[in-house]
């Protein structure tokens, strides 16, 4: 039998860092690996305004980055919150999982550990980010808008062709959030969680909400109770959006990916959502989902969509 | 019927602080203000050091806090970590969760929100918590002793006489932890969890062993399986101590109390562990639990526990 492998991540961003991944992880490389390797390749491009070097700053101008890296086969986790001006997040995160003790750090604690650790400083302010920020500034000015948006988490799972599993985010989280704030992504259980026998899941959107609810730890629980990945997501998601709205009176934005040790993938969301799969039978696609009914209709990402998104992001602030 | 309420508590030192709750309790207060008000309690009394004032320092002898509270009515959530010189973070984490973003805060960011509104500062180390840093160093110095215990969180859960629910929880972190270190106590589904309609839990130990199974939210998602208290603490617990075990090589301390909305409560343990329990038809009782053949043994704690236990608290450093 062919070896199975996979990977499914959020957003149109992680195409590329997939592309580069699956060379690797057709070449037998380990699931560590190629979710790093993939994780920072979004990371490094400028562009993507919600993650790494590029990322959209906090309230005061500031880029705060949270990266999370769990491994599937001893469940060991290291975690970021709140770290300024190093250049791939996720590389320190799973730095951290190596260690015994104290594998989740925040602030000025995780920049002490990266800088004695080697890690790249990088000021991850980019031009474009900045002028995003004045731009809202001024428009929260003039218009009284949300300041709360682009929370768009890149998050990956990754199984290779040993049959080992990984799974990693990064974000910038909210943009203009307030200094210190920390969402979902470097949780476990509500950004990420992977068991290797299980399978593993990773959310994005509102982390506020996804951690009301252990999104992702409750996705792999129904995993284990051998449901398909795709009811699994459906499940977790839409039972959770529909508590917070019965208890807490709304649900912000969710979605989330999950791919099982056979390489079976789920995605689920309650907003129009992009993401990208690619597995031993599958070349690298980008697919967009749509919440119908408490299930997720799922459609190959159109020319005309791949166009606009290039558009969108390359376009002038 | 009478109506039912309780509250359960890991260690100790949360005694005091239930004998005050209980008498709001009793005159049908509310659950939330229940548990802030115990948790205040356990955080300002000096000879507990691994709690508010008078909490072990970090390895740069500074006392970085994590805290959280959350309502098991609306599922709303309120957590910081490594936050410094305010004096009672629990009260700040459940303001933060009245918020509708932003709702975990570490660091300076912390320290500013709490700063804005209005939260009393203190330096929090306390001469006898410099004197056991300074203790430590040179036995660490002298012996190459292992850094890292005392990570004795309080954590409660509370059902009061209305039918609501709500838990929090309060630490000072592993004594030598790293600058930043944040451990489960603040984090939701790891070191806390609660659905009024279905119980709460919370845990004590090493917070990075507890995050990788998500303990507290594994707990009450048993309970809504219609599971006794007890059961789902001991199953959840041994469950993931032996995972641990098996994937990662080994498992750190760890301890559970959870409760129902019926006032039914458990309590699961992997080392000697004592907590504090009080119910409509229970006097606030200390207890002492041990683990014996994946199953939690319980008794009543015994004068000379009680006497040595304040002897130890109180001996000179």
Redesign the interface.
């Given at each position: 039998m062919k070896p199975k492998w996979g990977m499914i991540a959020t957003w149109r961003m992680a195409y590329e860092g997939i592309v580069e991944a699956v060379q690797s992880l057709e070449r037998k490389q380990y699931a560590n690996d190629c979710v790093e390797l993939a994780i920072r390749h979004v990371e490094d491009f400028p562009f993507y305004k919600s993650v790494g070097y590029g990322g959209l700053p906090n309230e005061q101008c500031e880029v705060e980055l949270d990266a999370a890296f769990m491994d599937g086969?001893?469940?060991?986790?290291g975690a970021i919150?709140?770290i300024m001006d190093f250049k791939n997040p996720v590389s320190i995160a799973r730095k951290l999982s190596e260690e015994?003790?104290?594998?989740?750090?925040?602030?000025?604690?995780?920049e002490?550990?990266a800088h004695h650790n080697g890690f790249e400083r990088t000021n991850m302010l980019t031009d474009r980010a900045k002028k995003w920020w004045d731009k809202r500034v001024k428009a929260i000015h003039e218009k009284g808008l949300s300041p709360?948006d682009g929370h768009d988490t890149v998050g990956m799972v990754c199984l290779d062709s040993m049959g080992n599993m990984a799974t990693a985010t990064s974000t910038s989280g909210?943009f203009m959030?307030?200094?210190?704030?920390?969402?979902d992504s470097p949780?476990?259980?509500?950004g990420f969680?992977v068991d290797s026998d299980i399978g593993g899941a990773t959310a994005t959107g509102?982390?506020?909400d996804i951690?009301?609810?252990?999104l992702s730890?409750?996705i792999v629980?129904l995993l284990s109770e051998g449901k398909h990945p795709q009811n699994a997501a459906d499940q977790a998601l839409y039972q959770l959006t529909d508590?917070?709205q019965r208890?807490?009176?709304t649900a912000g934005a969710m979605s989330v990916v999950c791919m099982n040790p056979d390489g079976e993938w789920g995605v689920s969301t309650n907003v129009e959502f992009s993401f990208v799969v690619a597995s031993h039978d599958l070349e690298p696609t980008i697919y967009i989902a749509n919440p119908q009914n408490k299930q997720t209709v799922i459609e190959v990402a159109s020319e005309k969509w791949l166009d606009q998104y290039q558009k969108r992001i390359h376009q002038p602030v």
């Open positions: 086969n001893t469940l060991a986790i919150g709140g015994r003790y104290n594998n989740f750090l925040v602030g000025a604690g995780a002490k550990y709360y909210l959030k307030k200094k210190g704030r920390v969402g949780l476990s259980g509500s969680y509102l982390g506020e951690m009301k609810g252990c730890y409750e629980r508590k917070l208890k807490y009176g």
